[in-house]
């Protein structure tokens, strides 16, 4: 039986130095076009069929074993954020107000090098192995895309598999669970209407301002008070506008945030409540109101027989590492999108280190990793993708 883990070691260079490229170059959302081409040069010299453009930017990998077998696919995300870096590394963004501070950097790197170790053994895999390299992972549709590009056929996946760098908790900690495992993401904007006037005659005006402040305290009962206490959801307002100058009544106030939730009937209640607390607010203080709804992703659920394959695989060539069976976040994660069709495990990678202060949080400005995470990461997927296979390499 192949040690993977120790293959992976002996690859750290070659993923050391990609993920610090790809680092050094973010790129946004469709706009990955220089990691894309790094992303196809690797796999074209391992003698994977390559088929680059895929959805704008993404690229889409077949290796196909010596032996008839089913078709696993594993995805890895490519895209940055709009985000000026503030770590201080000497890999830090050399992209002005971008950079890479969710670990997709990472994921890419140890894409690639799961094909690395996966191709030299070729002959012996029964099925096929589908990369796929996503763009736009970060809001803006990518698997989406994806999806509509024909990323699931030709050949069709019978699993799915994708993870993530998790800086949330330490290196050794792992979590694959069964069940649902990220949650359910929508956008609500709400534009509240008054009548503008002079800060110093409110009598005159319809403040919406005034009206914005009471609908967030009222926003804030919903998941207190109408979800059940032992169901998950968030409601966030996290964003407010309104208003040019001190003295002066707007006649608007915007207002954004983001709704998370497992189950359709949660996200059921959290909309219900939300359409009839926003108007009813809006109504009591004289204003008009207006609501939009943008669904991000649904929820990831991990199909209890994949999960369980990668949570052997763990076991098999981590097994000093902490497994977290039962793990589950608010975060979201559109690898949803292609779970819907393609049973799959989305699994985690614990790659913080507190000893070398690498602690931010996802998305923020000084956000790093261990990337002593890159080599257990990308051997783990490549023990659950053979797994899935039913290889024994």
Not at 32 to 42: G, I, L, Q
Not at 120 to 130: D, F, I, S, V, W
Not at 336 to 348: I, T
Request: charged share 15%.
């Amino acid at each position: 039986m192949t040690d993977w883990l120790s293959q992976a070691q002996q690859l750290f260079d070659y993923t050391q130095a990609l993920r610090r490229d790809f680092h050094r170059h973010p790129e946004l959302g469709f706009e990955e076009v220089r990691t894309a081409s790094v992303v196809a040069r690797e796999l074209t010299s391992l003698g994977l069929e390559v088929t680059s453009g895929v959805a704008k930017t993404g690229v889409i990998a077949l290796l196909e074993g010596g032996r008839p077998g089913p078709v696993v696919l594993m995805r890895f995300d490519m895209d940055a954020l709009p985000i000026q870096e503030e770590t201080g590394a000497e890999y830090a963004s050399q992209n002005p107000g971008v950079m890479h501070a969710c670990g997709h950097d990472g994921h890419t790197a140890i894409g690639l090098t799961v094909a690395k170790m996966l191709a030299a053994r070729r002959a012996e895999l029964p099925g096929t192995l589908k990369f796929v390299f996503q763009p736009a992972e970060e809001g803006l549709g990518g698997a989406q895309s994806l999806v509509a590009a024909g990323a699931l056929e030709n050949p069709r996946p019978h699993i799915s598999l994708a993870l993530h760098l998790w800086n949330d908790q330490p290196l050794g900690w792992l979590a694959a669970s069964v069940g649902p495992t990220m949650a359910a993401s929508e956008v609500f904007k709400i534009r509240l209407t008054g009548k503008g006037g002079h800060g110093a005659m409110p009598h005159h005006a319809i403040d919406p301002v005034l009206a914005a402040a009471h609908l967030v305290t009222a926003l804030q009962s919903i998941v207190s008070r109408n979800i059940p206490p032992l169901q998950a959801a968030v409601l966030s307002v996290t964003q407010i506008h309104a208003g040019e100058t001190f003295n002066v009544i707007p006649p608007q106030v915007e207002l954004s945030g983001t709704l998370r939730s497992f189950e359709p009937e949660v996200r059921q209640r959290l909309l219900t409540r939300l359409r009839q607390i926003v108007h009813s607010v809006a109504a009591a203080m004289e204003c008009q109101a207006e609501i939009e709804l943008i669904a991000l992703t649904p929820p990831v659920i991990n199909d209890p027989q994949v999960a369980a394959k990668v949570q052997h695989a763990a076991q098999r060539i981590l097994p000093d590492s902490t497994l977290e069976t039962n793990f589950c976040t608010m975060g979201s994660e559109d690898m949803a999108y292609l779970m819907q069709d393609v049973p799959g495990c989305f699994f985690f990678v614990g790659s913080a280190n507190p000893q070398k202060g690498l602690t931010a949080a996802h998305h923020h400005p000084r956000f790093d990793f261990d990337e002593a995470a890159l080599p257990r990461a990308a051997a783990w997927m490549a023990a659950a993708a053979l797994e899935c296979l039913g290889a024994a390499v």
